[in-house]
């Protein structure tokens, strides 16, 4: 008896059962990282531990169910500021809540009686575990406050200078809406921006269809609104000095404030285009969206490229009429182009003229749009934030963004997009100089009516072959119907 109680000392002093007891420490810590409540349940602290496991059940459901059943809703939540910011303190919170339960968890199984060395060992090892849990977190938390950051930025919350916003019912008599993209170059000082792409997304707001209406920059002498006419009676010319052409509205309106009056610097120059341009398609514009050209490689950079076909030899800057050649070339093919060739394949116009070059700049949108999926806007998220505040400049209100975020799913999934450029080549009786207003018109309220009413796909092996055979042509558009119709699907001719 007296030898057994010598031996007892030992064997809960220093022997290997405090190591033992270490691995199985770090083993049920471990555990509760992934299951919340392991390590107490072990510990003898049941009570504590079905609260956690509890605790840990409801968040892993209610986060499954919410992806499940309410993605949509979720979508549209992403994109409100307000959301953001309390989904933002929830991540960090969720990140602390964990740290400390991991924490905890080692405290209450870990074996004591061990030397100094292993006691910082393990240490060292549940600080591991904590981390490797919290960075993700955070990570999702500093993203989240970065894109609530942007779309602040972007989207003013303020400015109710485009159409007032319905928060319950925001289509409400609103059939189509009707936004005005323009893309030029310029940044936060826009002053001197020439609006070289101009398109009017007429948008159904049940359906998703879409029709794009392309409008040439050199559209020159065109009539203007009634309450401008008496300044330009015989169409417009400009400033003394100008060519008068449509690209240079901006610019026309922000030299002269008493052309949209009410309005703040930056915010005349759309302004001034929305009411010419929707003057012109007979169309009411609701919203406008500029976009520096600049800094739109930025985008393209930011996403990883994009992948386009391109149809004939572009030329890379250069000015012909200077005999100033070109820097380098665009070859035809497939290529996944870097921002800086993204934008010379949407801006060069030396190898055919400004109309091929709208149809090229539609394909290129749809091929950014196409390939924008969600693991490419995850990875590249913080460079994509910072080059859209740097490029995109809109009136549309933040309060609008739930409901466009459920129409654009619309678009991208199902929702057909179709192109109608004003081409003097294609469009018969339509002119760029002096343009007829009244064809226009009927054009665009042709393709709107077509784009509701589409006509069934021919089924003819001839047509089938060429559909089998087309290979994304760049001219885009086509000669309209005695309706005056004329947009063409950019499912087909961008392939």
Request: glycine share 10%.
């Amino acid at each position: 008896m007296a030898l057994r109680q010598a031996e007892r000392p030992a064997v809960s002093g220093r022997g290997p059962v405090p190591v033992a007891g270490l691995w199985r420490a770090l083993g049920l810590t471990m555990a509760s990282v992934f299951v919340w409540g392991v390590a107490h349940v072990a510990a003898g602290r049941r009570l504590a531990g079905a609260a956690l496991m509890g605790l840990y059940g409801v968040l892993v459901s209610a986060a499954v169910l919410s992806v499940l059943l309410f993605q949509e809703k979720l979508q549209q939540i992403a994109v409100q500021h307000t959301w953001l910011g309390v989904i933002t303190i929830g991540i960090l919170a969720l990140a602390l809540t964990w740290a400390l339960i991991i924490i905890r968890s080692y405290q209450v199984v870990r074996p004591v009686g061990l030397p100094p060395a292993m006691r910082v060992a393990a240490g060292s090892l549940v600080v591991v575990m904590t981390l490797l849990v919290c960075m993700p977190l955070v990570y999702a938390a500093n993203t989240t406050y970065v894109l609530g950051n942007t779309l602040s930025n972007i989207f003013p919350g303020e400015d109710h200078s485009g159409q007032p916003v319905n928060a319950a019912n925001p289509w409400k008599n609103l059939p189509r809406l009707n936004v005005l993209l323009l893309g030029g170059d310029g940044g936060q000082d826009r002053t001197g921006i020439r609006t070289d792409s101009m398109t009017v997304a007429s948008i159904d707001t049940k359906t998703g269809d879409t029709v794009l209406f392309g409008l040439p920059r050199s559209l020159q002498k065109f009539q203007m609104p009634p309450r401008l006419q008496s300044r330009w009676p015989d169409g417009y010319t400009g400033d003394p000095g100008d060519q008068g052409l449509l690209n240079e509205l901006y610019i026309m309106g922000e030299r002269h404030p008493e052309l949209e009056p009410g309005y703040n610097k930056g915010q005349r120059g759309p302004h001034l285009l929305e009411d010419v341009i929707g003057y012109l398609l007979g169309l009411k514009i609701n919203y406008y969206v500029l976009v520096n050209l600049g800094g739109f490689k930025d985008i393209v950079n930011a996403m990883g490229g994009v992948r386009v076909h391109i149809e004939k030899r572009l030329p890379i800057g250069g000015e012909p009429e200077r005999g100033i050649p070109p820097s380098g070339y665009l070859e035809p093919g497939w290529h996944k182009l870097d921002g800086e060739d993204a934008l010379w394949y949407g801006r060069s116009r030396h190898a055919d003229d400004d109309f091929h070059r709208m149809d090229r700049q539609k394909c290129l949108l749809k091929d950014i749009a196409d390939q924008a999926d969600p693991q490419t806007v995850v990875t590249h998220f913080e460079k994509l934030a910072k080059a859209a505040q740097n490029t995109i400049f809109t009136n549309i209100p933040s309060a609008l963004l739930p409901a466009l975020v459920k129409l654009s799913g619309t678009v991208k999934h199902g929702a057909d997009l179709q192109n109608l450029a004003f081409n003097p080549y294609k469009l018969a009786g339509f002119h760029v100089y002096q343009p007829d207003v009244a064809l226009m018109r009927r054009v665009v309220a042709g393709a709107i009516t077509g784009s509701q009413n589409p006509q069934p796909p021919s089924t003819s092996p001839s047509a089938a072959k060429k559909k089998h055979t087309a290979r994304r042509p760049v001219a885009a558009t086509a000669t309209p119907t005695s309706g005056g119709g004329g947009a063409v699907s950019l499912k087909n001719a961008c392939g």
